[in-house]
């Protein structure tokens, strides 16, 4: 499995972006992606995460701001974030794993563990 995440770059607050998360070797339509970040020096956040079936879930501090959504034909999920804060800056990951539904424990710690394979990072900076 070959994750690839993409689509960061410099925004200023307020504004937004569009992250993707593409896979090779690996059909994203049947399985769970989670979107993660990690500031230096800090823990990885689990930040959003889309079910296989559709169904998504988020951390609260980007609850009403982050949507996922999936384009099977092109076997990617995308982050949409909008309303950006500053407090968002940091480097996104996408993950994956072989089961359909987002765990049950979604932002609680060390839930990245439960991801197998990743993509790189991609850095996003919001400026204020």
């Known amino acids: 499995v070959q994750l690839q995440a993409f689509g960061g770059g410099l925004v200023q607050a307020g504004g937004s972006l569009g992250l993707s998360c593409t896979a090779s070797g690996w059909n994203l339509e049947h399985y769970v992606v989670g979107w993660f970040r990690q500031v230096p020096g800090k823990e990885r956040e689990a930040v959003s995460c889309g079910s296989a079936d559709g169904s998504t879930v988020h951390t609260d501090s980007v609850k009403g701001r982050f949507t996922v959504s999936r384009d099977n034909a092109r076997n990617t999920v995308y982050l949409q974030m909008n309303s950006l804060k500053p407090e968002d800056t940091a480097v996104y990951y996408c993950?994956?794993?072989?089961?359909?539904?987002?765990?049950?424990?979604?932002?609680?710690?060390?839930?990245?563990?439960?991801?197998?394979?990743w993509g790189q990072g991609t850095q996003v900076t919001v400026s204020s």
């Open positions: 993950a994956t794993d072989d089961y359909g539904y987002c765990p049950a424990e979604w932002g609680s710690r060390r839930i990245d563990e439960l991801f197998g394979s």
